[in-house]
């Protein structure tokens, strides 16, 4: 089992910055791909960024590509999506996942979700 746990959501202005965090604890493999994902009220989730838990090859969706920034930090099990230059566009509550996933973009790939952190961004 994999436990994911994410953190740094919060209100902020059009323009500014915000870093989450996903804590990751259990059984993680090489292989595993991480991921961000979003979801608007009344809206389909939706896939924001993803990279290896190797550290490879990393995915934004098109809306964030400049603006957001996914990594991992393997020695403390945390994966981080910097976002920077927020618009109203990106409130929402934002989950971390996780998996052995061919497809970076599709939910259904995941196996494990964290519980989700809010964020907001205020014109």
């Known amino acids: 089992q994999v436990q994911l746990v994410e953190s740094g959501g919060g209100l902020v202005q059009a323009g500014g910055s915000l870093t989450l965090s996903c804590a990751v604890s259990?059984?993680?493999?090489?292989?595993?791909?991480m991921g961000w994902f979003r979801q608007a009220p009344g809206k389909e989730r939706e896939f924001v960024a993803a990279?290896?838990?190797?550290?490879?090859?990393?995915y934004y969706r098109d809306s964030v590509k400049g603006r957001f920034t996914i990594s991992r930090e393997n020695a403390k099990n945390t994966v981080y999506l910097l976002m920077n230059s927020l618009e109203n566009a990106d409130t929402a509550v934002y989950y971390c996942a996780a998996g052995s996933v061919w497809i970076p973009n599709l939910a259904s790939q995941y196996d494990f979700w964290g519980q989700g952190t809010q964020v907001t961004v205020s014109s």
């Open positions: 259990g059984r993680i493999f090489s292989n595993f791909r």
């Open positions: 990279i290896t838990w190797s550290g490879g090859d990393a």
